[in-house]
Structures are given as structure tokens and as C-alpha cells.
């Protein structure tokens, strides 16, 4: 495999100004955007900060470090990285088992799974995990999210468990003791948010809201003596202000990281399928193309370095990024200029965050739940093939009642399995039993006027491989060779449509071949292309089955084997 790095990592950032052509109104353009975004990210990242179990600030250190590391080593123009919804469950489960020394190290140890990745030039496979999966994880996120918010939502003065059926099975024993003004106001934030985007499409509602619900709570609370529960009330040590983030090495121990791959793999893996679906949607948008590759090296360097400054898994942001796009982002300066905006936050805006109501913060993530639910595509996939309904439902359930990791983990297994089948729903091995076959190697194309017809000659076989001969399909040739007619002197396997073979189905070749040697039968190979060829040479199956019983066409196999037969007789 090359790993030539040079080659594989080549961040857009320092491409850009490579080729010389960022000028000031591209700058001006990036900075105008760049603003907007980062003001969009400020109550998204607090939010989801508050919601994965760590506290703001963490969430906000996240989109500053992840946002500058993913627009400089990234491989999109565009992409915008930070904090988002889909790493809520994953995080809160990781910290409320290992707490926040094992998040540190499982987010650098997915950090480096990505970097690997990227070297190996893995982009392009995660681009064929089938939509369902996609949908089904995303979908069953979106509902976990919800269902975490509903405590402060409603005010509920509950412990709430972990785990979807006992979270509503603590809310239904306690739907007695909601809180009405923190619901009212988680409603009046949500239709703030929900209406404000049809006057303004620049700044966003959550923002508003967040504005809103701050300056409610501190107004009620001041001349109402109505109470609110606030991110201060929470974070009480936040009261005293913050200090700045300094690097902190992680302290690595074997039993710690051993239990830990299996979530490390599963942030990564999310990691990288968000961060590139994402990409792909700008690409759709721009015109331009992003380079999955670099984007993953960009990404796991992002995922290494946040941690060790206190933050959290990060990705790219659809949203976000969408919004930079919208209002006029041009290249990845625009993530740069986010990042400097919310360090600025975090400097000197950060201990008014202490006001923040909780149930303002609720309804920004039951809108990002809403929002990630992907219902109206949920709903049209439940009228696809049943395999893929299957896929959909499985991946969706294990997310929502079983745990994220594990759908993960069963949801690329799914990925494999329904590869595999559907290659082998386009694979076939057959015995072609008529009197005449079709002489041309590629029928589709012959002009059938041209298509010389030869007759398979008494004591020959044809064996027809379609397809790429591997370990879903090598098997067949055993169970085709099982009660055939006696009297067959020369078996010949026409692999004309034969693209590529693995080691099982040379493997089974070459079974097979042994198999009919000792019964008399000679084996003679047509139709095989120069790729296939090369993997019987690296085996030395070709030696085997002798080079001159080895034909690219099936008209010189069958005159060999008319030859062989005269021998015989």
C-alpha cells in the first residue's frame, strides 16, 4: 500500500494560497462569514457541551481548537468542524463509565484510528455505507437527544437514568411534578427559534433565543421572583470566571485503553462519516471537491489536539457549514475567523453564559434533535426493499435502545453483509449445457451479426463465472460440481466476466482443480484477463494448472480441448 504522504495529505488551507489566489475581497467575504458562523456556533456549542455530561465551556473549547485544526489540515474548502449532536450520546456514555480522563484518551485514540485512515486512503470506503445505516443511526441520535432533554424541558426535579426505556419510564412515574415556567419558557424559546427564521435568515434563532431566555430568566428572577435553573446553577465554579485552556497530556494506562477501543472506534467511524457526508453536501452546493482523504488525516489531528485542551469529540457540522456557504464563506479562513470569534466569547462574554436558563438550552437541542430526525426520509425508506428496511429498523432500535457504539459496530457489519450480497446478487457461477455457446467475450457490445456460435464438443464442460469470483460465491463451484453427468473428460471455467479474485476463490480454485485432476478431468481456464491472471501467478496456480491450458478466449480453449480429447482417446 503507498502511504506517500505527500501525496495523501494536502490541506486546502495551504493550497489556496499556493496558487495565489486569495485576494482581500475573498478575505473580506471570509470574515463577514466567519462571524455569522461563529455566532452560530456559540449556543450550539454550550449546548451540546452541557448535554454530553461535561460543562460549557468544554463544548466551546471544542469548536474553538476543532474549528481552527479542521479548516487548516482539513480537505475542504468549506467544511466547518466544532462540537455537534451526534456525539451527545457517545460522550455522555463514555464519561459517565470512564469519566473525563477516559474521554480525553478515547477521543485521541480516535483521533489517531482517523489519521490512519487517512494514510491508508480509506475516504472513498465510507462513502459506500449504504444510506440506511446512515439514516438509521442518525435518525435514532436524534431521538436519543431528545429524549435527554425532556427532564429540563419540563423542569422535571428528577435523577433520570440512563437509557431510553428507563429515561421515560422516570418521566411518566414523575409527569406530576413539571415545572410550568421553566416549560413555558422552553416553549417560548422554541417558537422563538421556530419563527424567528421566517423574518431574519442571517442570524439565527437559537441565538435570539438564547438572548431571550437569559434576559427573561434574569428579569423574573430579579422582579417576579420566579426562579429559573441556569447553567450557573449547574456550574456553580463558573461564577468566578474562566481560566484559559492549557494543554494537559493525558496519563495512558493499558486496562484504560484496552476498554476503550471499542468507543474509540465508534467516534471515529462517526467522525468520519459526518465529517464527509458533510463535504460532499458543500461539493454538491460549490462545485468544488473535497479530498476525503486529507480530510480525515485533518480530522484525527483535530480529535488528538482538542482533547488535550479540555474539549470533546468534534467533526464536521453540516449546519454550520451550510451556513457559511449561504453567507458567502469562499474558503477554510472562514472556519478560522469562527474559531477567533468564539475565543473572543470565551474571553470576555463567557461568565454572563452563569444566566443561561437550562430550559432555554432544552429547546435549542429538542430543534437540533428535530432537525437531525431525517423523518420525512425515515419514512420514505420504510418503503424500500425489505433488506434495507431491515438495515433501517435494526440500526435505528440498537441506537435508541441499546447503545451508539454497538450500533456502530453492527451497522458497518451490515454495511459488509449487504455488500457482499448484493455482489453476489450480480455474481453467478452456471454450467452452461447447451449444444452451441457464444464465441464473442463480450456479447453486450458484439453485433450479434458478428457472433460466431461453436459447438462444445462431447466429454467438454463449460463452467461460466459472472461476476468477481470471491468468498460469497466460491463455494458454488463445489455444490455445481456435486451429481453432474459422468463421461466429462475436460472441464473449462470461462472467466471472461471475471473482474477480480480474493484468496478464497483462488482457493477454491484451486480445490476445485485438484479435485477434477484426480478424477481424470482436465481443467482448462478461458476468458481470463491480465489482473486475474497476475493473482493466479502470485500463487503459482497457474503452474499448476499448466500455462498452456490458460486461455484469454474461449475459441483457443475449445480447440484445446478437441485436442486433448483426440490425445485421450
Not at 105 to 124: D, Q, W
Not at 148 to 155: A, I, R, S, W
Not at 234 to 246: H, I, N, S
Request: proline fraction near 5%; charged fraction near 15%.
Amino acid at each position: 500500500m503507498n502511504l506517500n504522504i505527500g501525496n495523501t495529505f494536502r490541506p486546502k488551507f495551504f493550497e489556496l494560497f499556493r496558487k495565489g489566489h486569495y485576494g482581500t475581497a475573498a478575505f473580506a467575504s471570509d470574515l463577514a462569514a466567519g462571524v455569522i458562523v461563529g455566532i452560530i456556533a456559540l449556543p450550539l456549542a454550550i449546548a451540546f457541551g452541557i448535554a454530553s455530561g461535561v460543562t460549557p465551556q468544554q463544548g466551546l473549547i471544542t469548536a474553538i481548537v476543532a474549528g481552527l485544526l479542521v479548516s487548516v489540515f482539513g480537505g475542504s474548502r468549506y467544511l466547518i468542524g466544532g462540537p455537534t449532536g451526534a456525539f451527545i450520546v457517545i460522550v455522555a456514555g463514555i464519561v459517565s463509565q470512564y469519566g473525563m480522563q477516559g474521554l480525553i484518551i478515547a477521543t485521541i485514540m480516535a483521533g489517531v484510528m482517523l489519521v490512519v485512515m487517512g494514510l491508508c486512503r480509506m475516504g472513498a470506503i465510507f462513502k459506500f455505507i449504504p444510506y440506511p445505516i446512515v439514516v438509521g443511526f442518525t435518525s435514532g441520535i436524534a431521538v436519543t437527544i431528545f429524549s435527554t432533554q425532556v427532564k429540563d424541558f419540563l423542569g422535571l426535579d428528577v435523577e433520570v437514568p440512563s437509557g431510553f426505556i428507563p429515561e421515560w419510564a422516570c418521566y411518566i412515574r414523575n409527569i406530576g411534578s413539571i415545572d410550568f415556567a421553566e416549560t413555558a419558557m422552553s416553549l417560548c424559546c422554541l417558537a422563538v427559534i421556530v419563527f424567528w427564521g421566517k423574518f431574519n435568515k442571517k442570524i439565527p434563532g437559537s441565538l435570539i433565543a438564547l438572548i431571550f431566555g437569559t434576559a427573561a430568566s434574569i428579569l423574573l428572577s430579579r422582579f417576579a421572583g420566579v426562579e429559573f435553573a441556569t447553567i450557573g446553577t449547574k456550574f456553580p465554579e463558573l461564577a468566578g470566571g474562566l481560566p484559559l485552556p492549557r494543554p494537559v497530556a493525558p496519563e495512558f494506562d493499558y486496562d484504560t485503553i484496552r476498554g476503550l477501543v471499542s468507543p474509540a472506534f465508534t467516534i471515529a467511524v462517526l467522525c468520519a462519516v459526518e465529517s464527509l457526508l458533510a463535504a460532499m453536501v458543500a461539493d454538491g452546493v460549490t462545485g468544488h471537491r473535497h479530498d476525503s482523504n486529507t480530510e480525515l488525516i485533518g480530522q484525527g489531528i483535530a480529535n488528538i489536539v482538542t482533547p488535550m485542551f479540555g474539549g470533546i469529540p468534534a467533526t464536521g457540522a453540516l449546519a454550520r457549514t451550510m451556513a457559511s456557504i449561504n453567507n458567502g464563506g469562499k474558503s477554510p479562513v472562514t472556519g478560522i475567523v469562527h474559531a477567533v470569534v468564539l475565543l473572543l466569547i470565551y474571553l470576555f462574554l463567557m461568565p454572563y453564559a452563569v444566566y443561561i436558563p437550562l430550559s432555554c438550552l432544552a429547546a435549542i437541542l429538542v430543534v437540533v434533535a428535530y432537525n437531525m430526525s431525517e423523518w420525512r426520509t425515515f419514512r420514505y425508506l420504510l418503503k424500500a426493499d425489505r433488506p434495507d428496511v431491515a438495515v433501517l429498523i435494526i440500526t435505528f432500535l440498537l441506537t435508541v435502545l441499546v447503545d451508539l457504539t454497538v450500533a456502530i459496530e453492527v451497522g458497518v457489519l451490515l454495511a459488509v453483509v449487504l455488500f457482499v450480497k448484493r455482489v453476489m446478487e450480480t455474481s453467478s457461477i452456471e454450467v452452461l449445457d447447451e449444444d452451441r455457446i457464444a464465441a464473442t467475450e463480450n456479447e453486450e457490445i458484439a453485433n450479434p451479426d458478428d457472433t460466431e456460435f461453436l459447438d462444445i464438443p462431447k466429454g467438454v464442460e463449460v463452467y461460466e463465472i459472472s461476476g468477481p469470483f470471491f468468498f460469497g460465491l466460491a463455494s458454488r463451484l463445489e455444490e455445481l460440481e456435486e451429481g453432474r453427468k459422468t463421461g466429462v473428460v475436460v472441464r473449462i471455467i470461462r472467466m471472461r466476466k471475471v473482474s477480480f479474485m480474493d484468496s478464497t476463490g483462488i482457493r477454491n480454485l484451486r480445490n476445485f482443480c485438484q479435485r477434477t485432476e484426480k478424477r481424470g478431468i482436465r481443467v482448462i481456464l478461458s476468458g481470463v484477463n491480465p489482473h486475474v491472471r497476475a493473482s493466479l501467478q502470485k500463487v503459482g496456480l497457474d503452474k499448476e494448472i499448466g500455462e498452456d491450458f490458460i486461455f484469454p478466449h474461449i475459441v483457443p480453449a475449445l480447440a484445446k480441448a478437441k485436442e486433448y480429447l483426440s490425445q485421450d482417446m
